[in-house]
DNA sequence: TGAACATTTCGATCATGATCGAAGCGTTAC
DNA sequence: GTAACGCTTCGATCATGATCGAAATGTTCA
């Protein structure tokens, strides 16, 4: 029985070391890192970062670019980043009562990005005061915006008519390992993750994929979303 | 930084051998499966399988349940199958040229089980033959079922409505690793998988996840969805 | 109770791959 | 051209865990 056992063996083994999925990790906010920032973030010198690097992107999880002297390290595509994201859940999920639940740094479980959408507490919260207000239907398979949401997001300036090219959907459910709850993904989650970063609401923390809610982002968080937050 | 990188590594460790691999992917069609049985899939003797087995129950991706003396074993949540989905997506895709791409077995390829729905070339073109009727919309991150589709199926005697304590979406997409399409997943997804073993034009066969289209399901599969199989 | 069978536990062996020091390569800036 | 810097390659070492034979456990059935 041939079957894509093997592949997904070797695959798993490019992320079952802990500095690769760290890096990896590290990556699931879509930027860019050099390979010393990923070192850092790994633990381990430069030379072995180097190797780990190497190997990911040999196998096409990473896409490299050279900008000088430095080369940029980014996960190849939106579907690393969204097997990432269902390992995480699994992974955050560990039911034996030995372990402590994984201590998860407070900035990062307070909001973070997810690839290209809010995640977090934030991003929970953000997405429950949509459907409070019936703006949005969402669960753990599919997910869509109703007539007032859509109204809603068209009066915050964010526009949903799809690039040309893209079949992108619009509400995707994304489980958020932190919280244990979904939170809003697709086009319309990327969308409100980007205002939210145009009119400064967050601001990206300059190392980690967390981010930080500014005064004004409470303000407007509270106020024209209404989130519990 | 503390972030699950750690938790990842160790879950992508538990399916980076491939004894464990071959019996998570064997797995993947829901059922339960004796240790012995997994022992053969995974081509490794009783004892050895006994040991991988006895790490994934641990780590909670299997359920156990003992009948008499045998033990059966099977995927402990659904969350579980769609973390293999997603990176057997991703397995299925290695642009390394020097590296062939994974040789399936035809039967395999032909028609499988993906947990709880139909996929292979069978599942794509059940889900082609709808979105060419105007049944389906679906794209790669989400769908919806039309007005015609949910009257199409309910002549066919699927009941869509929703167990009174599910909350499982209609429709999903899910990326056919062997076809590198998209298929139809959720409940609606399920409930054809279901109607087709239940009307006989599908048989599981006895050791693997394919499944064989019957004389009737070919007829059945081609003139009452139409689909170019 | 004892025989048959499925599965697990124990113990020893062996292979894979993660690691870092040292050295080499490439790019940029002066 | 040459120095500085970021990154990679090479080589040697070391730890982890996959494997199976042998033996133990546990379940069913007569």
Redesign the pocket.
Known sequence: MQSIAPELAELA?LI????RASILSRLMDGRAQ????L?LV??????????????LAERALLK?E???????YRLATPLVAQMLEGMMTVAAIDPRPSRPPPRIDAEMRRARTCYDHLAGELGVAVTDAMRRHDHLNLDQEGGELTASGRAFLGDLGIDLHAPARSRRVLCRPCLDWSEQRLHLAGRAGAAIADLALQRDWIRRRPQGRSVEITAAGLVAFRDLFGARI
Chains 1, 2 share one sequence.
């Open positions: 083994g079952a070391d802990p500095g050099t390979a010393s920032e070192a790994a633990g381990v010198t430069p030379q072995t970062a180097s190797w780990h690097l190497a190997r490299v050279r900008r000088g002297p430095r080369r940029f």
